[in-house]
């Protein structure tokens, strides 16, 4: 199959959305993951903030002005954009539409607030929420980056307070506690979702039809 090809509705690849508190360590977990799951296509975000050290334009993120990012918002070249502690960050839409329809998986890395507006467009979508092992180890892993401001430390560990109490509305709870530990709970959920007899029996509903 060309990278162009689209399949039938039945074999479309899985939305997978991993969201969570700042801090929990989802960019890591993404990160690893790339390492030991070369076949899920991993979305880039489009963000306001600057980048920090080392982070470079198109693969850890796409850097826009506010007006850059506005404009794409009005375009409707958005799937999901938030407000994050003074910036805005969102997906674009039509790579993860033509991912899903090449038959491929992809995995969004997002907050939670853009998560949930994923799950209103998606709701077949997997969402998978990840937890730090504790309240405490989440403040040291904002504090232990480096790369914050007091009062940026404090506006997210209050912003992560609200986003926990939104873990209700996911498929799926991991644990942080060891990075390749959550990665193979993720890869495991993925299997597993590849599996359920709704996505199956559209599937043999396909096969069937091309029975002669
Ligand atoms: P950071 O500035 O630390 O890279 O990211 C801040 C937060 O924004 C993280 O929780 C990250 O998951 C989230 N984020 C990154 N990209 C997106 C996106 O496209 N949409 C939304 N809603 N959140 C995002």
């Known amino acids: 199959m060309t990278s162009n090809q689209y399949v039938s509705p039945a074999e479309r690849g899985i939305l997978i959305v991993l969201s969570g508190p700042s801090g929990v360590g989802k960019g890591t977990v993404c990160k690893a993951l790339r390492g030991k799951a070369p076949e899920l296509v ?19 993120y796409f850097f826009k002005t506010r007006e850059q990012f506005q404009r794409l918002i009005d375009e ?74 007091e009062e940026s430390i404090r506006s997210r560990m209050s912003v992560a307070m609200e986003e926990i109490r939104l873990m ?17 709970r993720i890869q495991a959920i993925i299997a597993a979702e590849h599996c359920r007899k709704d996505r199956m029996v559209n599937k043999i509903k396909h096969w069937m039809a091309e029975v002669k």
């Open 42 to 60: 991993y979305s880039v975000s489009a963000t306001t903030r600057s980048p920090r050290e080392g982070e470079v334009d198109g693969v850890n």
């Open 76 to 149: 409707d070249q958005m799937l999901e954009w938030a407000e994050y502690v003074g910036n805005l960050y969102g997906t674009p839409r039509k790579f993860v539409e033509d991912t899903l329809a090449e038959g491929k998986d992809i995995i969004l890395e997002i907050e939670v607030q853009g998560a949930l507006k994923v799950r209103q467009k998606f709701p077949e979508g997997v969402f998978i929420f990840l937890l730090p092992p504790s309240m405490n180890e989440l403040q040291n892993r904002i504090e232990g980056r480096g790369t914050e401001s």
């Open 168 to 184: 209700e509305h996911y498929d799926y709870a991991i644990v942080n506690d060891q990075v390749d530990l959550a990665c193979s």
